[in-house]
């Protein structure tokens, strides 16, 4: 049997075990359609006891779909956070799901209002290859929270870790509660049409538009995490070493494979070879090799990897200045997929790399005159998921938030403000719609009914035909103004 016959039949098992876990958790839903705060605790537990007993186990998995995987990457960039965010939830989900009052006008008195928050159902996400585990684990915590029951269907690009997961999932979980779903591209497109009450994906732009496509057949609603060319302005007058640093951390962890991470350097025409020292500097001190190196991530795959090698051919071809960061002046040959950090310098619009969301370890510089000039060239160009200024005058600062429109933003940092459990993540026009984490991933994962309620006193009889009575007068006048 051929390997494409044999890949076919086992979709086919796939897209035939997801319809049966989904009818099943909708079922399951009918019978518990709101479960209590300790029933929501105690999942969220089960779900933390499973990460603190599987680091090791998830941290290999990991590193073996990269073909090696920063372990302290991992630790600090998905276990960490997932753990937080966990801790974050228990503490404030009394609060979140306590219903809210609403003010009642005093042409309806005596009654009150009240905002309900009542869980959605069976949510469905899907997740990315880049971050495995938090960006199962993130958008989970907030749909339990929430009183859901989760089906996540994992990247094929991550097999180790997807298979892990499903076994850990099953064994801590019941299936009509969560269940993780593997396989290839044909069984994510039937994932994301299935009916789900609602729908959350992590993934690039072009992707997110075939979601959202299918998921409209159905009426779904959909959180869109994407992408986007993410910004880094540098001030005229911002230590250079302090700038040159953090965006250096930001580009260099899982090797650029991040949705946040920097994708292009706005910089001050004077400050270019001040920004590539100190930038060269801080990748250097971080790390001193590259190829053997562990605490260097690989990038996920042969065709990632030759996908960001014609991304500096390309602009090699038009006239960049390409400056390689390879401080041991290693080969890389021989199958690593190890990619030292490349500036570019010069870009011009007519690069794949000033086009495309990089998503891997090249830097585009581009310089710029005023403020004025670097605002005009971010909003020239579809919103991006996350923005960096770097600058301490506090004026400036507000400058730049007031005149530029991104899904988050960090100043004086990068990628941190996706860490920050009570800060709202999300993206703005082509990087995505709606936002989690925290409270808003509890908000996105319930529907707010309003509850308006009388008891006996009835005023609203006041307004009941026949009309047109002195007293239907005095409310027009009164009101209608």
Not at 80 to 102: C, D, E, F, Y
Not at 367 to 373: C, L, N
Not at 396 to 425: E, K
Request: hydrophobic residues 40%; charged residues 20%; aromatic residues 8%.
């Amino acid at each position: 049997m051929s390997a494409s016959v044999v890949q076919l039949t086992e979709s086919k098992k796939q897209i035939q075990h997801t319809s049966r876990i989904f009818d099943e958790q909708r079922r399951a839903f009918r019978r518990n359609p709101s479960p209590s705060q300790t029933e929501r605790r105690e999942n969220l537990k089960r779900l933390k006891r499973l990460l603190l007993s599987n680091q090791q186990a998830m941290i290999e998995a990991i590193d073996q779909d990269f073909s090696c995987r920063s372990a302290d990457e991992t630790k600090i960039a998905e276990l960490m956070p997932s753990v937080q965010g966990i801790n974050h939830t228990l503490k404030h989900l009394s609060g979140w799901m306590k219903p809210a009052k609403r003010q009642v006008g005093m042409l309806f008195q005596p009654a009150s209002n009240r905002i309900h928050y009542q869980p959605l159902g069976v949510v469905g996400i899907i997740v990315p290859w880049n971050y495995p585990l938090f960006l199962a684990v993130g958008p989970l915590v907030a749909a339990l929270a929430a009183g859901n029951r989760v089906m996540i269907k994992m990247s094929e690009f991550t097999p180790h870790f997807s298979a892990l997961f499903k076994d850990l999932i099953e064994s801590h979980f019941p299936q009509d509660l969560v269940c993780v779903i593997t396989g290839e591209a044909d069984v994510a497109a039937d994932f994301s049409s299935k009916p789900f009450d609602h729908l959350l994906f992590t993934g690039s732009t072009a992707v997110g538009r075939h979601v959202m496509r299918a998921a409209a057949e159905n009426l779904t609603p959909v959180t869109l995490e994407l992408g986007g060319k993410s910004p880094a302005v540098i001030a005229a007058d911002v230590p250079m070493k302090d700038a040159a640093e953090r965006m250096a951390f930001g580009k260099a962890v899982n090797a650029g494979q991040t949705c946040v991470a920097p994708d292009y350097v706005l910089c001050p025409a004077d400050r270019v070879q001040s920004f590539v020292d100190e930038f060269r500097d801080s990748v250097n001190a971080m790390y001193p090799t590259l190829r053997d190196n562990a605490d260097f991530t690989a990038i996920i795959n042969e065709r990632q990897y030759t996908r960001l090698k014609s991304y500096l051919d390309d602009a090699r071809a038009k006239g960049a200045d390409v400056i390689e960061i390879n401080p041991a002046d290693e080969s890389m040959g021989d199958g690593t997929r190890k990619m030292p950090i490349h500036l570019v310098l010069n870009p011009t619009d007519e690069m794949t790399v000033m086009q495309d969301e990089i998503f891997g370890p090249i830097l585009p510089v581009v310089t710029y005159g005023s403020i004025d000039e670097a605002i005009d060239y971010i909003n020239n160009r579809p919103r991006p998921l996350a923005m960096y200024y770097f600058g301490y005058d506090k004026g400036a600062q507000d400058y730049i938030i007031d005149n530029t429109h991104s899904g988050g933003m960090c100043i004086n940092d990068t990628l941190m403000h996706v860490a920050q459990d009570d800060l709202p993540f999300g993206g703005v026009g082509p990087s995505g719609m709606g936002s989690y984490h925290g409270h808003e991933g509890f908000l996105t994962f319930s529907h707010a009914r309003g509850v308006f309620s009388r008891q006996r006193i009835n005023s609203g009889k006041f307004v009941y035909a026949p009309h047109n009575t002195p007293f239907h007068k005095m409310v027009y006048k009164l009101f209608i103004r």
